[in-house]
């Protein structure tokens, strides 16, 4: 509960695309197939913190790739949101073709320490703490998480941010 914000001004493209260097290299040695056309991300100069930002980001691709099984597929997209949606105007979007979330357990999925116990992710290993430090990321930023099952399999979290575009004579 003591987690504040640190924020600075960022190209909104690099901070998108700066997580997959990290990820890629997991999804490879797993035989996943990682999707993101990172020449289509948003540009321009945005106000947020870099890190928290981007420890969000590589959360959601994290559990991605170790929920999907080799073969699958897991989509990252950034998106501007003009007009802006309940204050909202960038979407982060992971999206994955892996086992998905109980019906029931995603009622508790932001408790702290909550992981769900299936078949299918026996060899999973976490903390089931970041689901818990994505939320409190996002609710820092004004913004919002939401994950929910896609129809024929996997999930798919969104996390929509106020980040307000910055002239570039405001990056200075």
Known sequence: GKMVLEPEIVDSAELGA???????????????????????????????????????????????????????????????????????SRRYIVSDDGIGMGADFLENLYEPFAQEMRPEARNVTGTGLGLAIVKRIAALHGGSVELRNRSGGGLEARICLPLGLLLPRDAN
């Open 18 to 88: 700066t997580v997959l260097e990290v990820i890629r290299p997991v999804a490879r040695d797993r035989g996943i197939h990682l999707v993101a056309e990172v020449e289509r991300f948003p540009r321009g100069w945005v106000r947020v913190d870099r890190l928290k930002l981007q420890k969000v980001i590589l959360n959601l691709l994290s559990n991605a790739v170790k929920y999907t099984p080799p073969g699958g597929t897991v989509r990252y997209e950034v998106a501007v949101i003009d007009p802006p949606e309940d204050g909202c």
